[in-house]
């Protein structure tokens, strides 16, 4: 397999804008696509207001391209997707690049919970189908976990380890079950935080407070959830239930009743807490 010089990335959110980042300042060429132009402007906004502060900041805006047609991607040596957290969506997706992409090309899903193994069977490459989950702000957090498929080849995992290493992340590699590694521990926590803020066995603030302080977690799972997005913890709790077919992996009601509500977390503006009022915002800090 090449080595990697061109990385495409699908899905101009924060994630796809973080992911699009740390190729771009790691001297990498970068498509980044998103059929929706205000996403591309603000994508492109957020990842010059971040590199500027660095000498690298205008090396790395000259790499990065701006695409709405999926088609400027056969160029990339790998096309990573950070789309919406959908296995149907996703599925499509792939379907879509296994078709554009040159035959060498690396297909990354960015997925928190879906399995790699079905998303590659959308493709006629599974070999060459992979997870690589950043957390969330890629820039920041120093993980990546590298998913294998069934049939993810060794040379697709090493050079996708390859990769994240080149971007400075610490790696870990998870066999294809539901939930991997990280969301498959940290989610049912989460979870277990808003049946214990459902049953009134504490305020949100206790437990958060409590967590941070008697575990010694940078921010507490009610925050966390809150910057994740409540509508990705159910979702990712879905997975979990139906994957692994256990009751105690069963989204709890406040959780669910939040995401009918409309209240998703920070990037609404009110989840657990009401980011609308100063006064009622607490400062979480990764």
Same mark, same amino acid.
């Given at each position: 397999?090449?080595?990697?010089?061109?990385?495409?990335?699908?899905?101009?959110?924060?994630?796809?804008?973080?992911?699009?980042?740390?190729?771009?300042?790691?001297?990498?060429?970068?498509?980044?696509?998103?059929a929706d132009?205000?996403?591309?402007?603000?994508?492109?906004?957020?990842?010059? &207001?971040?590199?500027?502060?660095?000498?690298?900041?205008?090396? !790395?805006? #000259?790499?990065?391209?701006? =695409?709405?047609?999926? %088609? $400027?991607?056969?160029?990339?040596?790998?096309?990573?997707?950070?789309?919406?957290?959908?296995?149907?969506?996703?599925?499509?997706?792939?379907?879509?690049?296994?078709?554009?992409?040159?035959?060498?090309?690396?297909?990354?899903?960015?997925?928190?919970?879906?399995?790699?193994?079905?998303?590659?069977?959308?493709?006629?490459?599974?070999?060459?189908?992979?997870?690589?989950?950043?957390?969330?702000?890629?820039?920041?957090?120093?993980?990546?976990?590298?998913?294998?498929?069934?049939?993810? &080849?060794?040379?697709?995992?090493?050079?996708?380890?390859?990769? !994240?290493? #080149?971007?400075g992340k610490? =790696?870990?590699?998870? %066999? $294809?079950?539901?939930?991997?590694?990280?969301?498959?521990?940290?989610m049912p926590?989460?979870?277990?935080?808003?049946?214990?803020?459902?049953?009134?066995?504490?305020?949100?603030?206790?437990?958060?407070?409590?967590?941070?302080?008697?575990?010694?977690?940078?921010?507490?799972?009610?925050?966390?959830?809150?910057?994740?997005?409540?509508?990705?913890?159910?979702?990712?709790?879905?997975?979990?239930?139906?994957?692994?077919?256990?009751?105690?992996?069963?989204?709890?009601?406040?959780?669910?009743?939040?995401?009918?509500?409309?209240?998703?977390?920070?990037?609404?503006?009110?989840?657990?807490?009401?980011?609308?009022?100063?006064?009622?915002?607490?400062?979480?800090?990764?």
């Amino acid at each position: 397999m090449a080595e990697i010089k061109c990385v495409g990335v699908v899905g101009a959110g924060q994630m796809g804008s973080g992911i699009a980042q740390l190729a771009a300042t790691n001297g990498l060429d970068v498509w980044i696509m998103d059929a929706d132009r205000d996403a591309l402007s603000r994508a492109t906004a957020a990842i010059s &207001s971040s590199v500027n502060r660095f000498e690298v900041g205008d090396d !790395a805006m #000259r790499r990065l391209r701006l =695409t709405s047609n999926l %088609q $400027d991607l056969r160029s990339a040596d790998i096309i990573i997707e950070a789309i919406l957290e959908s296995e149907d969506i996703k599925k499509k997706l792939f379907k879509e690049l296994d078709g554009i992409a040159k035959s060498s090309a690396i297909l990354a899903s960015n997925t928190s919970s879906i399995s790699i193994t079905r998303l590659a069977s959308a493709t006629q490459r599974p070999t060459q189908v992979i997870g690589m989950h950043f957390m969330n702000p890629p820039p920041i957090m120093k993980l990546v976990e590298i998913i294998h498929g069934a049939d993810t &080849s060794q040379e697709t995992f090493i050079a996708t380890k390859t990769l !994240a290493e #080149r971007f400075g992340k610490t =790696t870990v590699c998870s %066999q $294809d079950y539901a939930g991997f590694i990280v969301n498959r521990i940290l989610m049912p926590m989460i979870n277990e935080a808003f049946h214990t803020l459902y049953t009134g066995v504490a305020t949100k603030e206790d437990i958060d407070s409590g967590m941070k302080h008697g575990t010694n977690q940078p921010m507490g799972p009610l925050e966390l959830a809150d910057l994740i997005g409540l509508d990705v913890c159910l979702s990712i709790m879905k997975v979990l239930h139906q994957g692994l077919g256990d009751s105690k992996y069963a989204p709890c009601p406040l959780l669910v009743q939040y995401v009918d509500a409309g209240r998703l977390g920070r990037k609404r503006g009110v989840g657990v807490y009401d980011y609308r009022k100063k006064a009622a915002t607490p400062s979480p800090r990764l």
